[in-house]
């Protein structure tokens, strides 16, 4: 297997790898229900790379680091049919309650023991070292909410990107719906969070906001929400593509390019999918109470507690920041309706030149109550919004932390449950019956193997979560602090 | 350090002001300086110590002399309000635990410097109210006040109980449903009835523009202290390392700290210079429709002395008494007018120059902060602009 994967270079062969794990989960997915059943990625794997030909048409751009789509769909094509009749037996195993269902690394290890598993690693290493090489080119704005449809009136949002050399086309246009991106996230997030990356969270959905949008209200609160909206997908989707594992992902090369998008139906609030994520998330929280895992690494320790200290005060300033705006917001209106009296105290005075000094007076409080309005937003976009974005990628850090501990957690319960096992296996081997001891020497083997396979889905987690780590601290401080504070000058 | 300056002529032959002020628990004793040269006086220089009711007391003995109908009686200062500070106060000190020890001394010395603000206006608001009886020429003379000025001891002035301040209250109905009947009346006098409209306009007018600039300034002051949260949680953040993300935290808490300074100076002098002054002529402004309302009283007075002298001459019974009472009204009547007239034309040239003295403050203060917060924001910038 390994030998196959030669003949390209190895950068392909990573991406090649990468690209098969995308087929393959598309035949997890179709035995999995709580993912969308149109799937993009069908479960038929050969007609999956012939609807990226199609779609991408045969333009081939010469770059000498990224091939185009295509080649690897074309190479994956056959990799594929070699593969699937061992996927089978794999598959039938079903999503087994010690695995995540949909940890492409899970299904790399028992099919091809350790050499594959490190290959994966060393691609995805150097598919790191080959972006470094990449020039950065991408820009994404998303921009002009529309409104869509009479009766369920939907925004769509539009955006553009540009220049970004593995992308087909220079410049693209698409239209998107605020439910696109949420399954953009949710995709994204089940299928990276439990090996250890940081997924950047989506802006969260409001139902009052969106009701209000809705229902055409055009007052200057929907107006403000769109905003809010509109600028926080734009960073969102910037700081998706910066990541250089997630821009490769074909799930959001798709949503970056192809016009038309299946619903997403699972992000509706209300949906069944919704209440099943809520009552999720809630166990979530039990059970991190629950586990106590004996922490070895001390980095992890550390980084951990920075983490909660980082959390904690990003909170509070984040508090702080939007009652700053609230209360400029409040400044501004006191001093409109402030203007206003003068104004009229200005009129009804009789003496002239008091009358024009006061009319004066109200004119530069008009002036200064724009100024401070102004001023709110400045604050509120740049800073709070910021802030409130980095407060919810701390929440994303923690839960890849708590990830990084379930995974632990399950390791040592199959460890347990090994041992439980094979004392099961001695028992039984004194009392001597035959064919339950070959039952139980298959589930031992079985542990065994989940054993490992914990043991390697911890070790992997581990690595990944500081390589994430190191690269999420300062730089990204840096550049959203500075244009803020020149916003404000 | 008077807020409001009513442009008073420094006379030599009197002049108050208040030297001293001790605020105790519930209550300011401000010690009142005299310099005259007027031979009621025994000495030439003496003081007293006053306290809040004293002033009060002295004010309504003006308002309930008849002879002083006819003039504009300066307003009475405004109590010494410390409940919200004190509030404000306690609050921080239950608070205490929750926050880290930086932000709570910072916190306390706001809120010291608050109470200090409040306390200077108080004696500033009660200086001014001498002033202004000293200066008036028919006031300045009342016994009253001379004794205010020389008593060395207490005054035993009990503030009213709860019985005279029922007696108040309906007084007050009385006088304002009697106020609507009274501005019914039209005036014969153009210039009287010109002054009616007006300041009864103005006097709403300066009413709203107070509240108004009153809630513009408590924003800002919390915009300031949303600032100074700002800055004490940067500077945590700063604090817990040493990498440059956190000594870049550092300097912008700084920033943030040197604003909110300057946004708070700049709430406390739009307070002093703006709000106050708003306060102070919605007073006059009503002392000076009070006066009004008396004069057009004395005027409704005399005309229905009138009606009664001449029902009197007609039935020709008790034809004397009624001339007698008509003339009083009469002479009342004049003698208001006469002085009010005065007294109104003075109002409104000791408001414009109050007005103009502070709003020219006003502007020159804000200038001065906006310019010292565009030199701190542009220092900052280039600072953090260095170490990038």
């Not at chain 2, 409040?118 to 200086?127: L, W, Y």
């Not at chain 2, 409209?197 to 009153?214: G, I, W």
């Not at chain 2, 009664?308 to 008494?321: E, F, G, I, M, Y």
């Amino acid at each position: 297997m390994a030998a196959e994967m030669e003949p390209p270079p190895l950068g392909d062969a990573g991406q090649t790898d990468f690209r098969e794990i995308e087929d393959g989960e598309g035949f997890f997915v179709s035995t999995v229900t709580t993912l969308e059943s149109p799937e993009p990625s069908s479960p038929d794997p050969p007609s999956m790379p012939a609807e990226g030909i199609s779609t991408n048409g045969p333009k081939q751009e010469d770059i000498s680091l990224d091939d185009d789509p295509e080649d690897l769909f074309a190479e994956a094509t056959e990799e594929v049919s070699l593969d699937s009749p061992e996927r089978e037996p794999i598959l039938s195993d079903g999503p087994s309650p010690a695995i995540t269902p949909v940890t492409p690394t899970a299904m790399l290890t028992p099919r091809m023991g350790l050499g594959t598993a490190e290959m994966f690693e060393r691609s995805l290493d150097e598919i790191e070292e080959d972006d470094s090489g990449d020039t950065f080119d991408m820009h994404i704005a998303v921009s002009d909410p529309e409104k869509v449809g009479t009766f369920n009136t939907v925004l769509m949002y539009s955006y553009i990107k540009t220049s970004m050399t593995i992308f087909s086309k220079n410049e693209t246009t698409v239209r998107r719906r605020f439910s696109d991106f949420l399954g953009l996230h949710s995709k994204l997030a089940s299928r990276y969070l439990h090996i250890g990356y940081i997924v950047p969270p989506a802006p969260e959905k409001s139902i009052v906001g969106m009701t209000k949008v809705k229902v055409g209200k055009e007052d200057l609160s929907s107006a403000e929400f769109v905003e809010k909206r509109r600028s926080a997908l734009e960073r969102y989707l910037m700081r998706t593509v910066k990541h250089p594992i997630l821009l490769k992902d074909p799930d959001v090369m798709m949503f970056l390019e192809s016009s038309e998008l299946p619903r997403a139906v699972s992000t509706q609030a209300l949906s069944g999918a919704g209440i099943l994520r809520m009552v999720n998330k809630a166990a979530d929280a039990v059970n991190k109470m629950t586990i106590k895992m004996n922490e070895s690494d001390a980095w992890f320790e550390e980084k951990h507690q920075q983490f909660e200290n980082l959390d904690l005060q990003l909170r509070k300033l984040h508090a702080s920041v939007e009652c700053l705006v609230c209360h400029r917001k409040e400044l501004s209106v006191n001093t409109a309706s402030f203007a206003k009296s003068a104004a009229m105290l200005g009129n009804s005075e009789d003496h002239t030149a008091l009358s024009r000094a006061l009319s004066q007076l109200a004119e530069v409080e008009e002036k200064i109550d724009q100024l401070h309005q102004d001023q709110a937003y400045a604050d509120f976009y740049l800073f709070s919004e910021l802030l409130g974005d980095y407060v919810r990628l701390i929440t994303a850090v923690k839960g890849v932390f708590d990830h990084r501990m379930k995974t632990w957690s399950k390791w040592q319960d199959t460890q347990l449950l090994l041992q439980k096992k094979r004392e099961a296996e001695s028992k039984l081997q004194f009392a001597n019956k035959p064919d339950k001891l070959q039952q139980a020497q298959d589930e031992i083997k079985e542990l065994e193997g989940k054993v490992q396979q914990g043991e390697k889905d911890f070790e992997l987690i581990s690595k990944t979560i500081r390589k994430e780590v190191s690269r999420f601290e300062l730089i990204k401080y840096w550049e959203a602090f500075l244009p803020e504070a020149k916003a404000i000058a | 350090v008077s807020s409001v300056n009513v442009d008073l002529q420094t006379d030599a032959t009197l002049q108050v002001d208040i030297s001293d002020a001790l605020s105790e628990r519930d209550k300011v004793k401000f010690t009142v300086h005299t310099k005259s040269t007027l031979p009621n006086f025994k000495q030439n220089e003496f003081s007293v110590v006053r306290q809040h009711e004293e002033f009060i007391w002295l004010h309504d003995s003006f308002v309930e002399n008849e002879e002083y109908a006819g003039y504009i009686i300066p307003p009475a200062p405004p109590r010494p309000d410390f409940d919200a500070s004190r509030e404000k106060l306690q609050k921080l000190g239950e608070g205490e635990g929750s926050m880290t020890k930086e932000e709570f001394t910072k916190m306390k010395q706001e809120l010291e410097a608050e109470y200090l603000a409040i306390f200077k206006k108080t004696v500033a608001m009660h200086e001014v109210f001498l002033c202004r009886v000293a200066a008036h020429p028919v006031l300045r003379k009342d016994l009253n006040f001379h004794v205010f000025l020389e008593y060395n001891q207490d005054l035993s002035v009990r503030g009213k109980n709860k019985r005279e301040k029922m007696e108040d209250f309906f007084k007050n109905v009385v006088k304002s449903a009697d106020g609507v009947l009274v501005a019914g009346v039209k005036d014969v006098d153009d210039f009287f009835e010109h002054e009616k409209t007006f300041l009864l306009e103005y006097h709403n007018r300066v009413k709203d523009a107070s509240a108004k600039s009153d809630r513009m300034i408590r924003s800002h002051k919390s915009a300031a202290d949303d600032i100074n949260r700002i800055a004490s949680t940067l500077y945590t953040l700063g604090t817990q390392d040493s990498t440059d993300v956190c000594k870049f935290f550092l300097k912008v808490s700084e920033l943030f700290e040197k604003t909110r300074k300057i946004e708070a100076r700049v709430a406390a002098d739009e307070d002093l210079k703006l709000a106050d002054l708003l306060k102070y002529y919605l007073r006059e402004s009503q002392a000076a429709k009070d006066l009004l309302y008396r004069r057009g009283r004395a005027l409704v007075d005399y005309e229905n002395a009138n009606k009664a002298l001449d029902r009197a001459r007609a039935k020709n019974k008790d034809v004397l008494q009624a001339e007698t009472s008509q003339q009083v009204c009469c002479q009342k009547f004049e003698k208001i007018s006469e002085s009010a007239k005065q007294e109104l034309i003075d109002f409104k040239t000791r408001r414009v120059a109050a007005f103009r003295k502070n709003l020219v403050e006003l502007a020159e203060l804000e200038l001065k902060h906006a310019k010292g917060n565009l030199q701190l924001l542009q220092s900052c910038l280039g600072v953090l602009k260095g170490d990038t």
